[in-house]
């Protein structure tokens, strides 16, 4: 079993390693790195759930099963944009190696993502102002006005099967790459004395606040 840190309560837990005595806190380009992999592993991992709860859930109403399928698309895609606090993941390097279909299905939820979904830009949305005009006997000519909103589908057995595997290949380089950090990180702290290790500082969590919802996290 992979080791494991999580909160409990104030304080923080560690599970699989039973000869620690201490925890000590990471800083520096690659513990940022390693914070960075984590928290995509964590969207990635979300996004593959919401596709699988969508087999799980009845067709009718359709809401659910469309709230799932753009949940997960706008996860996945959170990974490869830009972000004040986060390194966005390399598509070219994750795609490498495969056909360039795989580039086109990467693009094609980038867009659905940056067009569609968060921001209402190509004609997958569209919406039809009209006017019902009557046979002319009447005094008032018009008889309503009504528009017509039309919402493309996305939601479809092939584009299922590609974000699937979109996020099947970004958790397999997001892990082959953590892995790789975790060692380095480990090759680093080995070079320090045992003296110095025991007496860094522990990590802390403290909980978000409202009013810090704007602003952005500090970088280890």
């Not at 018009?142 to 099947?168: D, F, H, S």
């Amino acid at each position: 079993m992979e080791p494991y840190l999580t909160r409990e309560g104030e304080s923080l837990a560690l599970y699989g390693l039973p000869d620690v005595v201490k925890i000590i806190g990471l800083e520096g380009p690659l513990a940022r790195q390693l914070a960075d992999l984590t928290l995509h592993q964590a969207d990635l991992h979300f996004a593959d759930d919401c596709l699988d709860a969508i087999n799980l859930v009845p067709a009718d109403p359709p809401t659910i099963r469309e709230g799932l399928w753009r949940s997960a698309i706008v996860h996945v895609m959170k990974c490869f944009g830009s972000s004040a606090s986060r390194s966005s993941l390399p598509e070219k390097k994750i795609l490498k190696g495969h056909p360039p279909e795989a580039t086109m299905a990467f693009e094609y939820f980038k867009n659905l993502r940056h067009k569609f979904i968060v921001h209402d830009e190509n004609a997958w949305s569209q919406a039809l102002p009209c006017a019902g005009i009557n046979d002319g006997t009447k005094d008032q000519k018009v008889e309503g006005i009504i528009c017509l909103g039309l919402i493309g589908q996305t939601l479809e057995q092939p584009n299922y099967a590609n974000l699937k595997l979109l996020i099947r290949t970004s958790l397999m380089w997001t892990g082959s790459q953590f892995d790789l950090i975790r060692s380095q990180i480990k090759i680093n702290l080995e070079k320090s004395s045992y003296e110095d290790l025991i007496q860094r500082d522990s990590p802390t969590y403290r909980a978000p606040e409202w009013h810090e919802v704007a602003t952005k996290r500090k970088s280890l």
